[in-house]
């Protein structure tokens, strides 16, 4: 029996808090695989994946990369993403079109915030992922501490199948625990073949090994049956049922290393084959009919119709590229594809093979595959390309809202257009920078995910563009909520005075839900259809247009429910569009009539300080409006958790530099809105 080519695909995503290790992971994974013949270093701006000017300036991952590289008789599309968290939407896109990811984790720090919110997200995405507990040479590196973070924070079910030789400095490889036996790496990071286990760690490989077999027993009732007929597990056993924990979620295989070291980087990419799936081996995507809305599904096959997703655009020297993900079918060079999110025709230019910012020319790419093409002109992040005589939409993934905005101008005047153009251009690029222009001011307001986010995006217009740009100080994005509803609201709307009349008459409830995060919702409590159907619709869609912009100072309004309770129409005069305008202007009285409350964005902040510096810290988050909600010392280190709104925090890094010499980070993660003390005038 042939095996289908497919299977032997692996499109992989490596996740992580900031400065994990993701970037020098993927740069040793090219190493290994013969991809690159050079190691390249973050602090040296040199790697493969973090090729824009401002990730080598800043050290840190911007932008997603996706490389690809071959392994043991397999293809590895990596994505390699960033870890900052106003980067997530970075992340949320790829892991919209990966089948598989690694976790990376710093052996000392363990699980950390952002590792957290990524793990969340893949999650939500039903992404498998393996673990790889990086920075083992560090001092105060620990696998079973690291182990035993996952297990409290993560997964129930971390499983070591590996076993550090070594430790801090003196780490020079593993015992795989698999398959009995001594991987090691030379100082240069060459890979030595495989040797006995070393005398001294025998016996706790045996113990280690057996509380695998146990764990796994517990977990998989094709590897109980086994251990229960002959009392162990054997490799081939233990591998198989691995694979199916891993790929049900069940379980994390966890393995360690030093990426910088270039040590366990070969077993990673081993067991990425051995347990994560290949696109055969994942559901079948779904979508939605173009024409009629049915749902329908995409198998994995280079027969099929195509169905492909755009999850990245990205002008280039080489073109405006867009990144496809391809769930099914085949695109060929020259092929004519119908987007169907855009509803036009686009022509297939080039297809790439990509290797961040190097590509290699293919004539076609099949389903399962992740590649770059050149000469699409509508695709942006999220849409759907098809075959023209089967056209679908699959699902774009979600795209977070701005929560920071800063006034952005030209310094010449006469740049204005261009500033324009440069910034249109971006946003097409990154969904989840917004630009607008404030209808009180006239001034052009760019939003964001965060102070660095927009930081990065004005410094690339002046970088790419030349461009001179004026930025205005950073804002938060407000809400507005509820406190105290209000029932038997009445609103008409009535225009009568000859010609087409309008007729819509509407009694409300409005009340508060249990949290700001629960959004909207809309009932109809109408009896005797006094209101019919179509008109309840309208209703609820003129309480969504009246939505965007509450009473307090026009902020969005969330966290409540609208009851329509009772309302009459006219024989002539009622129409879609009255009832529509009676629930706009019905919920914007209605808000006027409630105790409306403003929120603010708050965030949860992690600052890691030496311990003589605490008292500083803890002083500037509580003159920033923050709550301190842990602080834990260790090795010198202290690791301070505070919940602060994020207004409080533009310009924290810096203050945190001088206060700390340099010496403390933090890291912030989004907590959702609470109650701000501020009364309007906030716009
Ligand atoms: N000691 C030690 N340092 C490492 C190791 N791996 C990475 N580093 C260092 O840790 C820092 C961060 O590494 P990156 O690879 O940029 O981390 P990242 O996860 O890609 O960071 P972001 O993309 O910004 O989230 C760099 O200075 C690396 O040289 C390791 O195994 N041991
Ligand atoms: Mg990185």
Redesign the pocket.
């Known amino acids: 029996m042939r095996t289908n080519p497919l299977a032997t695909v692996r499109n992989l995503g490596i996740l992580?808090h900031?400065?994990?290790?993701?970037?020098?992971v993927t740069e040793r994974i090219l190493f290994a695989t013969g991809t690159t013949h050079k190691r390249g270093?973050?602090?040296d701006g040199t790697t493969v994946t973090d090729f824009d000017p401002q990730e080598r300036d800043r050290?840190?991952?911007i932008f997603a990369a996706a490389v690809s590289c071959a392994w043991d008789g397999h293809r590895i599309n990596l994505i390699d993403t960033?870890?900052?968290v106003d980067f997530a939407d970075e992340v949320e896109r790829s892991l919209r079109v990966l089948d598989g990811a690694v976790a990376?984790f710093d052996a000392v720090a363990g699980v950390e915030p952002q590792s957290e919110s990524v793990w969340r997200q893949a999650d939500r995405h039903g992404v498998p992922r393996i673990a790889f507990v990086?920075?083992m040479?560090?001092a105060g590196a620990d696998l079973d501490t690291a182990v035993a973070s996952i297990r409290e924070r993560l997964h129930p079910a971390p499983l070591a199948v590996q076993l550090p030789i070594g430790a801090e400095d003196t780490f020079t490889g593993v015992v795989d625990l698999l398959h009995m036996r001594a991987l090691t790496w030379t100082d240069e990071g060459q890979a030595r073949d495989a040797a006995p286990v070393p005398d001294e760690l025998r016996e706790e490989a045996r113990r280690r090994r057996r509380l695998l077999e146990e764990a796994v027993a517990e977990l998989h009732p094709g590897a109980l049956e086994e251990f229960c007929d002959t009392g162990a597990l054997g490799t081939g056993t233990l591998t198989g049922a691995l694979r199916d924990l891993t790929r049900g979620g069940d379980a994390v295989v966890v393995l360690c290393g030093?990426?910088?070291?270039n040590r366990g980087v070969e077993p990673l990419l081993d067991a990425v084959l051995a347990y994560l799936p290949s696109p055969l081996d994942v559901p079948p995507i779904r979508g939605t009919h173009e024409g009629d809305g049915t749902g329908q599904r995409r198998a994995a096959d280079p027969a099929a119709p195509l169905a492909a997703l755009a999850f990245k655009v990205n002008a280039t020297a080489t073109g405006r590229l867009t990144y496809l993900r391809v769930y099914s079918g085949t695109i060929e060079k020259g092929d004519t594809v119908w987007d169907a999110t855009a509803r036009r025709s686009e022509r297939i230019g080039r297809i790439l093979r990509v290797q961040a910012d190097r590509h290699a020319q293919l004539d076609r790419a099949v389903a399962g595959d992740i590649v770059a093409v050149v000469g699409l002109k509508s695709a942006r992040a999220g849409s759907t390309l098809c075959a023209p005589d089967a056209p679908l939409v699959l699902e774009p993934p979600g795209v977070a809202e701005p929560v920071v905005s800063v006034a952005v101008e030209a310094l010449k005047g006469t740049d204005t257009g261009r500033l324009a153009s440069a910034l249109a251009r971006l946003a097409e690029e990154d969904p989840s920078l917004v630009v607008r222009t404030d209808p009180e001011t006239g001034q052009t307001v760019l939003s964001g995910m965060g102070e660095l986010h927009l930081e990065v995006a004005v410094e690339k217009i002046r970088r790419d563009q030349g461009l001179g740009v004026n930025v205005g100080r950073p804002r938060v994005s407000y809400r507005e909520t509820v406190g105290r509803g209000v029932s038997g609201f009445v609103y008409r709307h009535v225009k009568q005075d000859g010609g087409a009349g309008q007729f819509a008459h509407v009694v409300l409830d409005v009340e508060p839900l249990d949290s700001p995060e629960s959004g909207f919702e809309f009932r109809s409590a109408v009896v005797g259809g006094r209101v019919p159907q179509e008109y309840v619709r309208a209703v609820e869609a003129g309480c969504r247009d009246a939505l965007a912009e509450g009473p307090l100072g026009g902020h969005p309004v969330t966290g409540l429910r609208v009851t329509l309770t009772d309302g009459s129409t006219h024989v002539k005069d009622s129409s879609d569009t009255a009832f529509r305008t009676a629930g706009r202007f019905g919920v914007r009285d209605a808000l006027r009539a409630c105790a409306m409350v403003l929120l603010e964005p708050v965030v949860e902040v992690t600052v890691t300080v030496p311990e003589e510096a605490v008292g500083g810290v803890l002083g500037d988050l509580a003159a920033r409006r923050g709550r301190v909600t842990g602080s834990v010392t260790r090795a010198g280190a202290t690791v301070v958790t505070a919940t602060v709104p994020l207004a409080e925090l533009f310009g924290y890094a810096t203050r945190l530099r001088s206060r700390t010499q340099g010496r403390g980070t933090f890291t912030t993660r989004p907590t959702g809105y609470a109650p701000a003390p501020v009364p309007a005038s906030t716009r």
């Open positions: 992580a900031v400065d994990a290790g993701k970037t020098t270093e973050v602090h050290g840190i991952t960033p870890g900052h990376v990086n920075k040479d560090r030093s990426a910088y070291r």
